[in-house]
């Protein structure tokens, strides 16, 4: 007769199996749901919205009163959210509770990918949530509303993409720190200027929607002062057309 696993045994079995099989057998078994959160949970690939939240190929999106479920893209299933009850009718319900069920409680959470490309605050998330990550690509939005609930033993991070809205963003440690840094400048950024980028200590640096006046300022400033060798900064076009012309604008501006 095969004897079952000791407590420290399931305990090592449910740490390494992948995060949604391991939610899933969770869900079924009151004995697992009484320690499976003081576990540390191990995900490839997070996505916090206020509408959905992905686990690696799983997606739970809250949309027209339904709570649909998606494995790769592909629907799953789908659930009628009922509305009966007092907490079932506050703003943010079900993602919110979607957020607890998942995320709450847990003693540790390792992400190497965490997205989140909307503005959620700390009142959208559990109490006491701490994520540890990789990489943190924050889109659109500020990273600095993002980093109470980021464990300080992220940093630095290998790869942070994010926004900058203004100068002083160049002096947070978070953001010259990172092995790789992906940049998104707002249009109402004008005063940014080619010191500051010097304070940037990245191996590989994106920059996306800085205007081309500031690139072609950017390489006259490495050739009279030099730049850190093994660096590499890289600004993307659409297409190979734009880049073409935009290379024939910087090379003009050059050779004035």
Known sequence: MVKGLSYQGQRCVLEHVEACKRIHITARSTVLRKFEKSIPLCVSYLHLDSH???VNTVRIEDRYHNVIFKNNGKEVCKRKITRKRKHQQALG??????????????????????????????????????????????????????????????????????????PEDFDNPVINSPECLALQFSWKVFSVSVSDMDKVHSKT?????????????LVKHWRKNGKKVGTTFMYPRHSAEAIKIYLARVNEELRE
């Open 52 to 54: 959905f939240l992905s």
């Open 93 to 166: 319900y079900p993602t919110n509770a979607m957020f607890k069920y998942f995320l709450g409680g847990r003693s540790s959470i390792l992400v190497d990918r965490l997205e989140i490309h909307a503005r959620l605050g700390n009142s959208d998330l559990p109490e006491n949530l701490k994520i540890q990550v990789n990489h943190l690509d924050t889109d659109y939005h500020k990273f600095s509303r993002y980093l109470p609930f980021i464990d300080s033993k992220s940093f630095p991070l290998k790869k942070l993409r994010t926004a900058i809205n203004r």
């Open 205 to 217: 640096v994106i920059l996306r929607g800085l205007k081309e006046v500031k690139i072609v300022d």
